[in-house]
């Protein structure tokens, strides 16, 4: 090999000058720094890739882990989904049972409801029926025993009743009729409190004055004759005859003459059929009386009481006990006519109609 001068300017005196020449490209793999660097990145490049794969195939283990979790609980989504689907369809078919059920136990709720409201109508229209029977019964009851008590002039019928109601009531044992109950004690009560006279002893002594106003004297009826016969017989029996016959002279010596103070003149100038006439209108004012206290028209039995008695003190001797015996019985009938009338039971019946009405 020759060598060459390493001289560049010999080099350059000895070569005719040019034109400068392009610097050769560099190539990177002619360089020793440039292998290393790409050796390095190569083995950079294998480590990546291969913690790609690694990475990679942890992943794909990782993604078929899940996977089949995923399937699983796909599946299991599914046996749930159809287990679900089971039971909606057994819970479907069991409401559908329940609520045929219920339709069914609603219906016989309902007729069971009917009947009962029906049985519930039907006793208490029976009760009902029942205490207004039994309403009705009393009230007739009571009305009767008011006429009879009125007809009588007693209130023993009437009370009687009213008692008989008072017990019936009670063992009723409603309620609502608590208020009749109350009518009827309160009306017993008033009963008990009222005075009454008693009209069958009122009608006798009424029967016994009109008997005695045929023995009653008129006020011009002279009584010389029965004076003279009782001084008779009063007088001593042992007289001498001529002393005996100067008494009877005596005696009707008297009788004949008669002085006494009238005040109703019209009394002394009746005669003997107008003072049996007298007589007549007096009983029959009495007999009247008799008969009004009988219906009670106990006013019409007053004013012909006060009558009869105003005609014995006119036309009868006021002097004779007799008569003034007979006229106190007249005044004792007078003040019993005022108390004879029978309290009514008004409040009572009323109740009992308003009860029997189902108000």
Same mark, same amino acid.
């Given at each position: %090999?020759?060598?060459?001068?390493?001289?560049?300017?010999? +080099?350059?005196?000895?070569?005719?000058?040019?034109?400068?020449?392009?610097? #050769?490209?560099?190539?990177?793999?002619?360089?020793?720094?440039?292998?290393?660097?790409? $050796?390095?990145? @190569?083995?950079?490049?294998?480590?990546?890739?291969?913690?790609?794969?690694?990475?990679?195939?942890?992943?794909?283990?990782?993604?078929?882990?899940?996977?089949?979790?995923?399937?699983?609980?796909?599946?299991?989504?599914?046996?749930?989904?159809?287990?679900?689907?089971?039971?909606?369809?057994?819970?479907?078919?069991?409401?559908?049972?329940?609520?045929?059920?219920?339709?069914?136990?609603?219906?016989?709720?309902?007729?069971?409801?009917?009947?009962?409201?029906?049985?519930?109508?039907?006793?208490?229209?029976?009760?009902?029926?029942?205490?207004?029977? %039994?309403?009705?019964?009393?009230?007739?009851?009571?009305?009767?025993?008011?006429?009879?008590?009125?007809?009588?002039?007693?209130?023993?019928?009437?009370?009687?009743? %009213?008692?008989?109601?008072? *017990?019936? @009531?009670?063992?009723?044992? *409603?309620?609502?009729? +608590?208020?009749?109950?109350?009518?009827?004690? $309160?009306?017993? !009560?008033?009963?008990?409190?009222?005075?009454?006279? !008693?009209?069958?002893?009122?009608?006798?002594?009424?029967?016994?004055?009109?008997?005695?106003?045929?023995?009653?004297?008129?006020?011009?009826?002279?009584?010389?004759?029965?004076?003279?016969?009782?001084? $008779?017989?009063?007088?001593?029996?042992?007289?001498?005859?001529?002393?005996?016959?100067?008494?009877?002279?005596?005696?009707?010596?008297?009788?004949?003459?008669?002085?006494?103070?009238?005040?109703? #003149?019209?009394?002394?100038?009746?005669?003997?059929?107008?003072? =049996? =006439?007298?007589?007549?209108?007096?009983?029959?004012?009495?007999?009247?009386?008799?008969?009004?206290?009988?219906?009670?028209? %106990?006013?019409?039995?007053?004013? !012909?009481?006060?009558?009869?008695?105003?005609?014995?003190?006119?036309? =009868?001797?006021?002097?004779? $006990?007799?008569? *003034?015996?007979?006229?106190?019985?007249?005044?004792?009938?007078?003040? *019993?006519?005022?108390?004879?009338?029978?309290?009514?039971? !008004?409040?009572?019946?009323?109740?009992?109609?308003?009860?029997? +009405?189902?108000?």
């Amino acid at each position: %090999m020759s060598s060459e001068p390493n001289d560049p300017s010999l +080099a350059s005196s000895q070569v005719p000058a040019l034109e400068p020449a392009p610097p #050769p490209a560099s190539d990177p793999a002619s360089a020793p720094g440039a292998v290393v660097v790409t $050796r390095g990145l @190569l083995y950079a490049l294998i480590i990546v890739a291969g913690l790609a794969l690694l990475a990679s195939g942890l992943l794909w283990q990782r993604l078929s882990n899940i996977q089949e979790q995923l399937a699983r609980q796909s599946q299991e989504s599914g046996n749930t989904s159809v287990e679900a689907r089971t039971l909606a369809k057994q819970a479907q078919e069991l409401a559908r049972e329940t609520a045929a059920r219920q339709a069914v136990l609603d219906t016989r709720l309902a007729e069971v409801a009917l009947q009962r409201s029906q049985v519930e109508e039907l006793v208490q229209s029976l009760s009902r029926s029942r205490d207004e029977n %039994m309403l009705v019964d009393i009230e007739s009851g009571l009305r009767l025993a008011q006429q009879q008590a009125q007809l009588t002039g007693s209130v023993e019928p009437l009370l009687a009743a %009213m008692r008989g109601a008072d *017990q019936r @009531l009670e063992r009723s044992g *409603q309620p609502r009729l +608590a208020r009749v109950r109350s009518a009827v004690l $309160r009306d017993i !009560d008033r009963i008990k409190g009222a005075t009454v006279a !008693d009209v069958p002893s009122l009608l006798a002594r009424l029967d016994e004055i009109t008997r005695q106003v045929d023995e009653l004297p008129l006020a011009n009826a002279t009584a010389a004759a029965p004076a003279a016969s009782a001084r $008779r017989k009063e007088a001593p029996t042992k007289l001498p005859w001529w002393e005996q016959a100067l008494a009877d002279i005596r005696e009707e010596a008297r009788g004949l003459v008669r002085v006494s103070r009238i005040d109703e #003149p019209e009394a002394v100038l009746l005669s003997p059929d107008q003072g =049996f =006439f007298v007589r007549e209108n007096v009983k029959l004012k009495l007999l009247n009386a008799r008969l009004e206290v009988l219906s009670r028209q %106990m006013e019409a039995a007053r004013a !012909d009481v006060t009558s009869a008695g105003a005609a014995l003190r006119k036309y =009868f001797d006021a002097n004779s $006990r007799k008569t *003034q015996g007979t006229v106190q019985q007249l005044q004792q009938v007078q003040s *019993q006519l005022r108390a004879v009338e029978v309290p009514r039971i !008004d409040e009572t019946l009323a109740v009992l109609a308003t009860a029997a +009405a189902g108000r």
